[in-house]
């Protein structure tokens, strides 16, 4: 969609979510932000203010469906939604031990994937009445494959990748435009606690440009670098006796402390 005039973003604080606010702050646009960090929220919305946009904040759980609920709906009454961002999401890597530890699992679940459902259902049918509207979710290209490293967060994208992209074809009926945004490795305070080799680290101002430009256009996935998409997509893609080996890890895992 081009020149969206009512934008949501969650995850707002920083990361992708505060630079596609940033992207998107112009005069004539309402923002509503989202995240956990009052603060760094508060910077992201005085930048985005500072471009001309108007802008609402909230600190709300995404994981918390019926703050979501009152929230979203809230805001759409007043300013019918043209485009949510549905970006809020965290990674917990397994780092040197087997798992994460079970409640690490439990919240990227919560907010990776109840966090995306619960940013987008309050809109859905709000939309598709209206016959217009574009909803983005962010997924990742770890969701193409089974990532040993970080099991959890891989399974959590390859949700919001499927979801997102039957939701596509569910909606395209009643004018609602989906897209599945399945950005490679990119520098963000998510990515500077990775302790494991990121193949085509890319600028975060590059992939912000990417994203919005795929937005822009109504593209139903927005996946890149080409290289780790082409790379991920074909390992999901292999048989199993051939990816399985693939995706194992070389060393064994450190055992965690029993409870």
Not at 21 to 40: F, K, S
Not at 179 to 186: E, H, I, Q, R, S
Not at 192 to 221: S, V, Y
């Amino acid at each position: 969609m081009k020149n969206p005039q009512a934008i949501i973003i969650t995850g707002a604080s920083s990361g992708l979510g505060a630079g596609l606010a940033r992207a998107y702050a112009a005069p004539g646009v309402t923002l509503l932000l989202t995240g956990r960090n009052q603060a760094r929220l508060g910077e992201v919305a005085a930048d985005c203010e500072g471009r001309g946009a108007q802008v609402l904040t909230a600190v709300v759980d995404v994981a918390d469906r019926e703050a979501m609920d009152q929230l979203l709906t809230h805001f759409d009454r007043a300013h019918e939604t043209d485009l949510v961002i549905a970006n809020a999401g965290i990674g917990h890597g397994t780092g040197r031990y087997l798992m994460e530890r079970a409640h690490q699992t439990a919240e990227v679940v919560d907010i990776n994937v109840a966090g995306v459902t619960n940013t987008v259902m309050p809109l859905v049918n709000r939309m598709a009445t209206r016959g217009r509207g574009q909803i983005a979710v962010m997924a990742s290209v770890a969701g193409y494959a089974a990532i040993s490293y970080s099991p959890t967060y891989a399974a959590s994208k390859a949700f919001v990748k499927h979801w997102g992209e039957a939701l596509r074809g569910r909606l395209k009926p009643f004018g609602v435009a989906v897209t599945t945004l399945c950005p490679g490795f990119v520098r963000s305070p998510m990515t500077d606690a990775n302790r494991f080799p990121m193949p085509f680290l890319m600028d975060h101002d590059r992939a912000i440009k990417i994203m919005k430009r795929g937005l822009e256009a109504g593209q139903g996935r927005v996946s890149f670098p080409w290289p780790v998409t082409w790379a991920a997509g074909l390992l999901g893609a292999l048989p199993s006796f051939i990816a399985m080996p693939l995706m194992t890890l070389r060393r064994r895992a450190k055992l965690p402390p029993l409870d």
